[in-house]
């Protein structure tokens, strides 16, 4: 069964909106954004952030770990500050799992469920763009939901430290080299310009 504690909802509710508003923020020119830029920024980057989150606590749990996200404050102050500067590294907090024994191959598991959210993501809003270009509020949807998932799906995969990418690949190599082809290449495509 899935379980949100309050102070969970509470933790992704704050690392949500702020997410939001800063990436409209920075969107916008480092200017105050309007709504329909804040709706867009939602949709796109806040839909990729709680859904790679909700992936690692989905998949945690039907192994029956216990997992709960938890907001990092000082990572958000962090993101306000890089955002002022002009440029924008957010970390606002991460799904905490605890559990008797988290096997290499269930931790990998586990972690690739976050950056293949993203991909799958990054996939529907690029069909969103093509195949239902109705106004331009759905094409900004489209362009920046595709752009912003392929790249957090590739910040994600690199292999250091406590991103995703260091447990995939020592789960398993192949798997790790499949998803960072596959997120690079869309990456490649999102930030020359090629696919629009």
Do not use: C
């Not at 996939?123 to 109705?134: D, K, M, S």
Request: no cysteine; charged share 10%.
């Amino acid at each position: 069964m899935i379980r949100f504690t309050s102070r969970e909802i509470r933790d992704l509710i704050i690392s949500m909106v702020v997410i939001t508003f800063l990436f409209a923020y920075i969107f916008s020119g480092r200017t105050y954004p309007d709504l329909t830029l804040l709706l867009v920024t939602f949709i796109a980057v806040g839909l990729g952030f709680i859904l790679h989150e909700l992936a690692h606590k989905f998949v945690a749990m039907r192994y029956g770990f216990w997992a709960e996200y938890r907001l990092w404050v000082q990572g958000l102050i962090f993101a306000v500050i890089t955002a002022a500067l002009g440029f924008l590294f957010v970390a606002p907090g991460a799904v905490y799992i605890h559990g008797e024994y988290i096997s290499r191959e269930q931790n990998g598991k586990i972690s690739a469920s976050g950056p293949a959210t993203n991909l799958i993501l990054a996939v529907l809003f690029f069909l969103l763009l093509y195949y239902f270009p109705i106004n331009q509020t759905v094409l900004l949807i489209g362009a920046l939901g595709f752009y912003i998932n392929s790249f957090l799906a590739l910040i994600n995969l690199i292999p250091i430290g406590m991103l995703d990418g260091s447990k995939i690949i020592r789960w398993n190599p192949l798997v790790w080299i499949l998803m960072i082809t596959i997120t690079g290449i869309m990456v490649f495509y999102a930030f020359t310009g090629l696919l629009f």
